[in-house]
């Protein structure tokens, strides 16, 4: 396997060449795995542009090549992951599970005391990696998400609780 290495997005400097390049894979990532509702390399900037929404993504070393992202917030005590992705050819290789597990630690040393996500009730493989990383459905929220044949879906939505004794570091 390739040497995959995980940064977290200046956002001191999203406005240099390097970070607008970064933005821009994003983008085309987003735009592979998320067809119908991609954010756009400007929606990031937008994202990113508040102070408590932030990136880490994965890069390829060896190919110099960005393959996965974690979007989330931190306010207060909550956390929330806005988008996860994996490049679809570097997909299955624990990528997602790397960026997971780094996002987590860094919001719970930030003092973070839970994660939460929604997730559409008929994304198994989705609900499937939550669960694995100790995510718990608490609530649902019905016909949240629209589908191109003019049906609704459910969102799920799930936490994951820090252990106190961590927080407490």
Known sequence: ???????????????DNASQQVMAQLAQIESEL?????????????LLA????HIIYATD?????????CFYSHIFEDSEILRIGTCLDYQQQGIASQLLTAMA??????????????????NHAAIAFYQKH????????????????????????????????????
């Open 61 to 69: 070393e060896l190919n110099q090549r960005l393959v996965g992202y």
């Open 34 to 46: 998320f067809v119908h509702d991609a954010w756009s390399a400007a929606q990031i900037n937008s």
């Open 134 to 169: 100790g995510f718990e459905q608490i609530a649902v929220r019905k016909n949240y998400y629209d589908n191109h044949d003019m049906t609704k879906t459910h969102a799920l939505i799930m936490q994951r609780k820090f252990n106190a004794t961590l927080n407490a570091k």
């Open 105 to 122: 630690q860094m919001c719970q040393v930030a003092g973070a005391e839970r994660v939460l996500l929604e997730v559409r009730e008929d």
């Open 1 to 15: 396997m390739t040497m995959i290495s995980t940064y977290k997005l200046d956002k001191t400097s999203t406005q």
């Open 50 to 53: 508040q102070p408590f929404n």
